[in-house]
């Protein structure tokens, strides 16, 4: 582990106990017992699901995927580690890293996967946690959650440093893709290159990573991996993420292949600009609901250029046209979950819901330094949301010639993160990529 980054986890450590500390006793708490989590096991099978360790236990113990182990955070106390491993032979049982960090720890080796006991007290207890495991504590209480929740908003230095290293990872995996496409590989063949070149397995991934070629760029979360290629290769989307000491990178590129169609590769361009100018118009103060008008109305004036849309932007925008070529948001917050928690609550933790015209938007507050987020602008060919329109009013607005041909390239997303500064942004993503 580099120095810097060791300092900037003592720092990081040490702001989390200050704050942790200010909401346990505005919330009448003498103290936190967080629980890792564990694998499910699949019914009436021996084998288990992939894991994700707890958020909240995470933001303290950087070892995603540790499981049956607990965290005691008490003020005026060193925060406790009850680490589970176990004397195991089947296994491989967990080790501590030889990192400074381990030393802001109290550690507690044990075989046992129970909770342990806790002081006299009144405490709370966050975590998937079964009624049997709540030691008279209070098991997830809502307003002290939201609270802690609000503690991930904000990055310090050193989450920052991860963030960056994860996107550093995830872009060398999206190179690799990408190259496997343009040699005419199929799906797999990508997502193959994808993990070799950002050298982690699939399970350790912070999603599973979308990898569409032609029209199944176009499904919003594709889940499968074609082992054909296509006849012919129109485009590739790859959305795919990485994890560095539990913080997750969420990239999304966009590739024209050989038989691309030129309203396509002007379209990508045209995203592509698009995609810049929005990271370009973040800052502090800036409302997420806000940028993502801004997106619709960029989007308007893309389709209308390229005489998809025979109307004004303006039209394009009013009639909601856009919203069915982009249903989704235009981006999250990003941190030890890919969605990460807390974007749609404001600074008190009341719920900030999304707009009824943008449903699926993830960040509904304003931006602050701090946060990191992701900017991902979509557009997409998606004949169940685009059919609809061909009844109304819009109709005859749209070259639908045009579109049904796009619609063989799926769609484009172009996906970065940023991180908002106190004067403006650090595109975490742009700053670390390398087209060759
Ligand atoms: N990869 C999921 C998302 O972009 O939100
Ligand atoms: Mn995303
Ligand atoms: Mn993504």
């Not at 990485?242 to 966009?254: E, K, L, P, Q, V």
């Not at 989007?299 to 394009?316: C, I, M, N, R």
């Not at 509904?364 to 998606?382: D, H, K, Q, S």
């Not at 579109?403 to 172009?414: D, F, K, P, T």
Request: aromatic share 8%; hydrophobic share 40%; with cysteine.
């Amino acid at each position: 582990m580099m120095p810097p980054l060791a300092d900037a986890q003592r720092r990081h450590l040490a702001q989390l106990a200050r704050a942790y500390e200010t909401q346990l006793a505005r919330h009448g708490y003498d103290g936190v017992l967080l629980y890792s989590g564990c694998a499910h096991r699949h019914f009436a099978d021996d084998q288990h699901a992939s894991f994700a360790t707890y958020g909240h236990f995470l933001h303290w113990v950087p070892l995603a995927g540790l499981e049956h182990s607990w965290l005691l955070i008490r003020p005026g106390h060193k925060p406790c580690l009850y680490f589970h491993a176990p004397r195991d032979f089947w296994h491989q049982p967990p080790r501590l890293p030889e990192e400074p960090w381990v030393d802001a720890f109290e550690v507690v080796p044990r075989e046992a996967s129970e909770a342990p006991r806790l002081p006299a007290g009144r405490f709370a207890v966050l975590g998937e946690v079964s009624a049997a495991q709540r030691l008279g504590a209070e098991a997830n209480p809502e307003a002290l959650t939201r609270a802690l929740d609000e503690l991930r908003v904000r990055k310090s230095d050193y989450e920052v440093a991860c963030l960056r290293e994860a996107n550093r990872r995830a872009l060398a995996g999206h190179a690799a893709a990408r190259d496997a496409f343009l040699a005419g590989g199929a799906e797999l063949d990508c997502q193959l290159a994808y993990l070799k070149a950002a050298r982690i397995r699939e399970s350790e991934l912070p999603y599973q990573s979308i990898v569409g070629i032609n029209a199944h760029g176009g499904v919003l979360h594709y889940q499968h991996y074609d082992l054909e290629a296509p006849a012919r290769a129109h485009s590739l989307l790859v959305d795919g993420g990485h994890r560095f000491r539990g913080y997750c990178a969420d990239i999304t590129r966009s590739w024209a292949g050989p038989a691309a169609s030129d309203d396509y590769r002007a379209l990508l361009v045209g995203m592509d600009h698009l995609q810049r100018q929005l990271v370009e118009a973040l800052a502090p103060g800036v409302c997420y609901v806000t940028m993502q008008e801004k997106m619709h109305q960029g989007l308007a004036e893309l389709l209308v250029a390229h005489g998809l849309v025979k109307a004004s932007a303006e039209a394009a925008f009013e009639t909601g046209i856009t919203r069915a070529f982009c249903p989704h948001g235009l981006g999250h917050l990003l941190g030890l979950q890919v969605h990460d928690l807390g974007g749609r609550q404001d600074r008190q933790g009341h719920p900030l819901p999304p707009p009824p015209t943008h449903p699926a938007l993830r960040l509904t507050r304003e931006l602050e330094a701090g946060m990191a987020i992701t900017v991902e602008p979509g557009l997409y060919v998606i004949p169940m949301l685009l059919d609809p329109l061909r009844q109304g009013a819009a109709a005859d607005l749209l070259d639908w010639a045009r579109v049904e041909a796009l619609g063989a390239h799926g769609g484009i997303r172009i996906e970065d993160n940023v991180v908002i500064t106190a004067t403006g942004r650090d595109n975490l993503t742009r700053d670390l990529e390398f087209i060759p």
